[in-house]
């Protein structure tokens, strides 16, 4: 079992900069994918950054490449989200999600989400 918690989001404007983080409870957390979701009014929650549980491999969807940066610490079972060169489409509850087993883009194959925090980007 695992529990997610993110914290970090806020209201920025475009150009600017946060940092996500996401603490989750259990003492199994390395040995889990992570991954980085978000979700717009409106529209669906869709696939943002991933990263397997040793830390090597990382996947971005296209929006945010070269912008975001996901990382992980496994010794303060702690995930990050680097968001950089913020953009008003950036907007939207950001999620951080665990899946047991490699790093996907598909939301349903993760097994453990946290609760969402707000991030607002003005133009």
Known sequence: QV????????LVQAGGSL???CAASGRTFSRYAMGWF?????????????INWIGGSTYYADAVKGRFTISRDNAKNTLYLQMNSLKPEDTAVYYCAAAIGSATTNPSQYNYWGQGTQVTVSS
């Open 3 to 10: 529990q997610l918690v993110e914290s970090g989001g806020g």
């Open 19 to 21: 940092r996500l983080s």
């Open 38 to 50: 978000r979700q717009a009014p409106g529209k669906e929650r869709e696939f943002v950054a991933a």
